[in-house]
Nanobody, 128 residues
Framework: QVRLVESGGGLVQAGGSLRLSCAAS???????????MAWYRQAPGKSRELVTD???????NYQDSVKGRFTISRDNAKNTLYLQMNSIKPENTVVYYC???????????????????WGQGTQVTVSS
């Protein structure tokens, strides 16, 4: 099974920048392709919301509140998703999760597909 592991979270001052990464990996398997990948965020007591996503071909979509400040990107060769966050606001103190709608991989001799995969989340805390 493929896992998504986020990194890069931490404490940042309001107005600062942070770069999150999400790496896909699994034991005894080789990832072939990953579909649309996304970053979600969830504040305490609130629902998880979509921040931005990117297709395999690089087409991006952003929530209005982050347009011009956040940039999503992916390195398909490294099976890694990124989120560059600039001009971070205090309300951005949340847990960020990465998500992939479909991951196709070789497990042994078989080509397999895994749907709806989430990372464990990475905390971003903004100090004002």
């Amino acid at each position: 099974q493929v896992r998504l592991v986020e990194s890069g979270g931490g404490l940042v001052q309001a107005g600062g920048s942070l770069r999150l990464s999400c790496a896909a990996s699994g034991s005894a398997l080789t990832i072939n392709t990953m579909g649309t990948m996304a970053w979600y965020r969830q504040a305490p007591g609130k629902s998880r919301e979509l921040v931005t996503d990117i297709t395999t071909g690089g087409v991006t979509n952003y929530q209005d509140s982050v347009k011009g400040r956040f940039t999503i990107s992916r390195d398909n060769a490294k099976n890694t998703l990124y989120l560059q966050m600039n001009s971070i606001k205090p309300e951005n103190t949340v847990v960020y999760y990465c998500h992939s709608d479909t991951i196709v991989y070789y497990g042994g001799s078989y080509l397999r597909a895994q749907s709806d995969t989430w990372g464990q989340g990475t905390q971003v805390t903004v100090s004002s």
